[in-house]
């Protein structure tokens, strides 16, 4: 019996405040924080499905992919009795906007100080994406600071 295959794409979404702290977006799904992302689907490159991804769970509409950064997670799951095999691209992506809008399969967003979305996170992939994030952006930008929050950061949820 083969596996299923299921890929799907997403974003490590991020926005610099006027201080200069660099703020990561999670959102929370079924007590779980996590990225946007979702299928790629049938014609879609995983550059579409991410732009799409993040617009529909977000709302976010001044989104920048950012060069140079892409990782692949995979993992196996079970579905309907069937083990399922999915990889997930994730590139990273800089937003203008911090008015989130999330979609009806989220119960909650917000926007995090790298290290407060670290322990945030749910899953040590994510933990990982986040360490991969922030190392490839400090190494560009020669380093934002990032272990504090803005007066300008909206209130996150519990």
Not at 53 to 64: I, N, Q
Request: aromatic share 10%; no cysteine.
């Amino acid at each position: 019996m083969r596996d299923m295959e299921e890929r799907s794409a997403g974003a490590v979404v991020y926005r610099t405040t006027k201080h200069g702290t660099r703020m990561f977006v999670l959102l929370r799904n079924a007590g779980r924080w996590d990225f946007p992302k979702g299928n790629v689907e049938k014609g879609e490159t995983e550059l579409q499905t991410v732009i799409r991804e993040v617009g529909e769970e977000t709302g976010l509409k001044d989104v920048a992919i950012v060069p140079g950064f892409r990782r692949v997670i995979e993992y196996f799951y079970r579905r309907e009795g069937e083990n399922v095999h999915k990889q997930v691209v994730y590139l990273l992506a800089e937003s203008n906007d911090d008015e989130v809008k999330i979609s009806f399969e989220h119960q909650g967003f917000g926007w995090f100080p790298f290290p407060a979305a670290v322990g945030r996170a749910t899953y040590e992939n994510s933990k990982s994406l986040l360490n991969d994030a922030e190392r490839f952006l400090s190494k560009r930008d020669g380093g934002l600071r990032t272990g504090q929050a803005d007066a300008d950061a909206p209130a996150s949820p519990p």
